[in-house]
């Protein structure tokens, strides 16, 4: 498991490319029959990925936790964006079609992955945070995230948001988490931009063609920088900075985050014409 330290505003407001990609990009998360982890302390999320095809993938505990399992002091909300696929939790196998959610709280102490079909394998995203309380785990259908319609043809980000795991949905000690499809034509995402010093969120985005790029903005809103993403990459948003994005095709991207508060809409919106 890759460990990042967080970097001042000062600091990323003077980056090159390259440096911006090492500290915030997270390249590939889905590689076979392996986990990929990152763990950022930015309110310590774990985010990371597993694309099991020819063995069952089990989620081991890592050294810098100082912990027997993995989830003795997290919990763990994991959406799938392959194929079908199980995970099994302590003995209870859940099944997930594209687009599930499974939440699985603090205390579950043994976790895999497996695909249904080795030629169509599952693709699980996962993100984790700290909890310091237990709450049951839980499966959502996409069918149950509650849609949320967003943006317009006209400016090209007419999209639908689906919240998972969040106060009137799953609950959780602080994750908050769901995914956003755009519509075929619209290309910007979470525009109007917004910030939210309460929460870092990451980004992860999926569905987007293997010659496509998606330019993803981060910094503060008078300073800009931008990350070239590929499909299956994943990047880290500080909690002061913006975090909206533009593909050269169709994609769709889950949003997850963690921090003070779990209030969905406790965002700082900011207009247009305020980005420099
Ligand atoms: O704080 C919330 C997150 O940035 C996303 O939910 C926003 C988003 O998916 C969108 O507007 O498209
Ligand atoms: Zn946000």
């Not at 390249?27 to 302390?41: A, G, N, R």
């Not at 006209?154 to 969040?166: A, F, G």
Request: glycine share 6%; proline share 5%.
């Amino acid at each position: 498991m890759e460990i990042r330290f967080e970097n001042s505003k000062k600091e990323v407001s003077r980056m090159i490319t390259e440096e911006l990609r090492e500290a915030f990009l997270v390249e590939q998360l889905m590689q076979e029959d392996k986990i990929t982890l990152v763990y950022s302390h930015y309110d310590r999320l774990i985010v990371g990925g597993v694309k099991p095809v020819n063995s069952q993938v089990r989620l081991e505990t890592h050294t810098e936790l100082k912990a027997e399992y993995f989830l003795e002091r997290r919990e763990l909300g994991i959406i799938n964006v392959g194929g079908a696929g199980t995970v099994t939790a302590d003995g209870q196998t859940y099944h997930l079609d594209k687009l599930s959610c499974l939440y699985l709280g603090k205390g579950t102490k043994e976790v895999s992955f497996t695909s249904t079909d080795a030629a169509n394998p599952a693709m699980f995203y996962l993100l984790s945070a700290p909890a310091h309380a237990e709450y049951p785990s839980r499966l959502m259908p996409k069918e149950e995230a509650s849609p949320v319609q967003l943006g317009d043809a006209m400016t090209s980000n007419k999209r639908t948001v689906y919240k998972y795991i969040h106060l009137e949905g799953i609950r959780s000690a602080q994750l908050v988490m769901g995914l956003t499809v755009l519509e075929p034509g619209s290309v910007w995402n979470s525009v109007p931009p917004h910030t939210h010093t309460r929460r870092t969120e990451v980004y992860f985005y999926f569905d987007l063609p293997e010659n496509q790029r998606l330019f993803h903005f981060m910094g503060e809103p008078q300073q800009t920088r931008s990350i070239v993403m590929q499909n299956h990459d994943a990047v880290i948003s500080p909690p002061w900075s913006v975090h909206f994005g533009c593909g050269t095709s169709n994609y769709t991207f889950i949003w997850g985050m963690a921090g003070e508060n779990q209030v969905y809409s406790d965002m700082d919106a900011l207009t247009v014409p305020d980005l420099k």
